[in-house]
């Protein structure tokens, strides 16, 4: 390049609008615009014209900021090798940039114009519209619509679904070279959408899937005086975007390949220069997969790479000598053949993985997000979709989980399927008490499709019994399990309260003569109890049936009397809580394939304090038949209530007589009555074991 073309190509870059310039931001359709020539926007804050890059004499069509040197933010792509370049508007509504006679770009443009014109904007954006269309969404072209290597406040990066437009921010191939380089800024549309920075066909910074508030992978992407940001996520379009907050601060974000980054600049006015406010990737645990699967990156650790809690490196020898993209294996494997056995991890503060093989349900909570994944054996992680206030949706990773990062103070709660003999008792009390609905209830809440795949949607021929609170179904999990499922009805006497105060209740206890609550089932107004199945059903199925009562030998019956003593032992000595059960009756007690006697329904028990030994209700509850006199009168319970009514069961089981409905000729009231007080004495102690 001679002296004299230089000043002109400077002259031509810095003072475009030196002699040539059309004050006007407008190309009607009798007009054009040709090299020298500028459109400049109507608040003088952009200019469009011809230029060239910094070593290059290529001409190229862009846009730059009128008052600030050099910051080209958009560019048509097409080199044009002398300043022959006109740009026109045809009647058809499309922009056509001709060297000579030919045509070297245009744009298209689904819609038809009367009278079309194109016109730089403050924005930025170069629009071609109908005169008189002021709607944007009636502009024909825009060139927001196709970002270069620079996102300017008002567009969009993603992906609009029902045009198939991808706003895609893409780098120059180098400062000499605006055509598109390999580095961009991309939405890839998993189930869980999620934004990378990709070199080429390579994932080379995740920036994570939006959780409501940033990017998983930018927790201090946070309101700031700058900018204000957003994703937008609907059935049309979703996209990132970005607004500044106050007009005397200018920013813009800027892929670079060069020093492959993509970063946010501000413009310093004072010193005239752009300064760098942000940049991806921040540090080596931004690079992708750093640290391989199930390895986490935490870059203040003393080398950046551990394995999660329960996982071990892979190779060993590879990982200490800082290759980690072998990642991590699980100490103990998961065999999922009792899902319920399984449970999860809670890793705070994190970077969530790749979502490439995700669900997505954003109708769901944690806890039956949760309850899916637990019933899903490919199911390896899962948490909340969007992490605003309480924490809404469920997002669920199938695979293995790769790229997760550690915060120090940020980042969000991920799930973590682990075999349970992996989790700490604390880890499974915090995992069940997830499970929960609203209040810790610890137990897994299963879900309703569960239970009616289960019970064949409590099929009358499922059904094994009524009890006061409504009937009970036998069922069958897919894992093989059988199940007895207590459907609570929705006008029974057992409300919210007594629905929860057993399930809490079960749930603390675990005694081989208790009956075992496997989970429960909260669904709008519908309340189940899940506990595993008993063979032979309860005690008064069998004792009270002629025939059957027939397979209940003496020892048999011993043993279930001292198998239901013993569980009344540990509610009320043995447990950390005293428990009075306050119904206890032959129907509430199971049998299970051994003849093994399991004291059920807690409905209506209560829990009494370290040194209380009395308790007083307005509600008297329970069984008449098997009530003491002084609870029955005066709503006393304590443990001797209890007992009370076990020594009915003992006669009962003794007798196979019901203690009501008991009449014989000579008139006793009832069984209590016709049997004499010393065997009620001996009844009673069972009580001391
Ligand atoms: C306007 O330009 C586009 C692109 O070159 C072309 O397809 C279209 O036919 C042109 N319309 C007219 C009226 O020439
Ligand atoms: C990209 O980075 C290189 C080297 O750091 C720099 O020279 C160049 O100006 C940058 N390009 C943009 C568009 O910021
Ligand atoms: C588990 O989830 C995956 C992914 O959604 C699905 O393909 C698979 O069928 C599910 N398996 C079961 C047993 O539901």
């Known amino acids: 390049m001679d002296i004299l073309s230089s000043l002109i190509f400077v002259a031509s870059i810095l003072i475009p609008c030196f002699k040539f310039c059309i004050a006007a931001d407008t190309i009607l359709l009798s007009q054009s615009i040709s090299d020298g020539m500028t459109l400049v926007s109507r608040g003088e804050t952009f200019e469009l014209g011809f230029f060239s890059p910094e070593n290059s004499n290529k001409r190229y069509l862009g846009i730059w900021y009128k008052n600030i040197p050099q910051t080209v933010v958009w560019v048509s792509n097409r080199a044009i090798n002398d300043s022959s370049g006109i740009l026109t508007v045809n009647s058809t509504g499309n922009l056509v940039l001709r060297q ?10 689904e819609k038809q114009a009367q009278n079309p014109v194109a016109q730089l904007l403050d924005s930025g954006n170069l629009v071609v519209r109908d005169e008189g269309e002021a709607d944007s969404e009636g502009y ?20 609009n679904l029902r045009t198939g437009i991808e706003w895609r921010m893409t780098s120059w191939k180098n400062p000499n070279d605006p055509s598109p380089g390999d580095f961009y800024w991309g939405l890839l549309l998993y189930n869980y959408p999620e934004f990378y920075l990709m070199m080429g066909t390579e994932k080379f910074v995740r920036v994570g899937p939006w959780n409501g508030l940033h990017f998983s992978g930018i927790p201090d992407q946070k309101p700031n005086p700058i900018y204000a940001f957003n994703y937008i996520s609907n059935k ?25 980054m993509s970063i946010r600049y501000v413009w310093m006015e004072n010193e005239q220069y752009w300064k760098v406010y942000k940049s991806l990737p921040k540090d080596n645990c931004d690079y992708y997969g750093t640290c391989g699967a199930y390895g986490t990156c935490l870059i203040t650790g003393s080398q950046i790479c551990q394995c999660l809690a329960g996982f071990s490196p892979k190779s060993p020898q590879a990982w200490n000598s800082s290759d980690w ?56 992680a899962y948490t909340n979709s969007d992490i605003r206030g309480e924490g809404s949706g469920c997002v669920m990773w199938f695979g293995d989980l790769i790229d997760i990062r550690q915060f120090e103070n940020d980042g969000q709660d991920l799930y973590i399927r682990m075999d349970s003999s992996e989790l700490e008792y604390s880890d499974i009390v915090r995992d069940q008490n997830r499970g929960g609905s609203e209040e810790n209830i610890d137990l897994p809440l299963l879900d309703l499709s569960t239970i009616v795949i289960a019970t064949d949607n409590f099929s009358i021929n499922n059904k094994i019994g009524e009890g006061g609170f409504g009937p ?16 609570l009805s929705r006008g029974s006497g057992q409300g919210m309260t007594e629905f929860k105060n057993e399930v809490k209740l ?6 081989r003569n208790l009956v075992k609550l496997l989970g429960c089932c909260v669904q709008e107004q519908d309340r189940m109890l899940v506990y595993e199945y008993m063979t032979n059903r309860s005690l008064d199925w069998l004792i009270f ?41 032959a129907s509430n007690v199971l049998l299970d394939d051994q003849m093994i006697p399991k004291i059920s329904d807690f409905g209506i028990a209560r829990i009494f304090g370290g040194e209380q030994t009395e308790g007083n209700t307005n509600r008297v509850v329970g069984t008449y038949g098997y009530m003491a006199p002084e609870y029955a009168a005066d709503g006393i319970f304590s443990v001797k209530t209890d007992v009370f009514s076990f020594g009915i069961l003992l006669l009962e089981i003794l007798s196979g007589k019901r203690n009501r409905g008991f009449y014989l000729e000579n008139q006793s009231a009832n069984l209590v009555t016709h049997v004499s007080m010393e065997s009620v004495e001996r009844g009673q102690g069972y009580r001391n074991g």
Not at 103 to 109: A, E, K, P, R
Not at 331 to 345: A, E, I, V
Not at 506 to 511: D, F, G, V
Request: charge should be positive; aromatic fraction near 8%.
């Open 100 to 109: 000579h006679d030919k045509v070297v770009w245009y744009t298209t443009s």
């Open 140 to 159: 024909l072209w825009q060139s927001f619509d196709y970002p270069s290597d620079t996102i300017l406040p008002g567009m969009k990066l993603g992906l």
């Open 236 to 260: 049309d379009e979703k996209y990132y975007t970005y607004s500044l907050q106050n007009a005397a601060v200018i920013s813009r974000l800027v892929m670079n390949q060069t020093s492959s």
């Open 325 to 380: 993209t072998q990642g991590c294996t699980r100490n103990q494997p998961l065999n999922c053949t009792n899902k319920l056995n399984d449970g999860f991890m809670k890793v705070e503060g994190v970077k969530v993985p790749d979502t490439t093989h995700t669900w997505l349900d954003e109708t769901i909570g944690l806890g039956e997000c949760r309850m899916k994944c637990l019933n899903n054996c490919s199911c390896m």
């Open 472 to 487: 009970v179904y036998k069922g069958r999990l897919v894992s093989g399990q059988e199940i007895a499922v207590k459907r």
């Open 506 to 511: 079960i749930a603390k206890l675990q005694h």
């Open 545 to 585: 049936d002629d025939t059957k009562s027939k397979l209940l030998d003496w020892p048999k019956r011993f043993n279930i009397i001292c198998g239901i003593a013993r569980g009344l032992l540990y509610l009320h000595q043995d447990s950390r809580l005293r428990i009075i059960h306050r119904d206890l009756k």
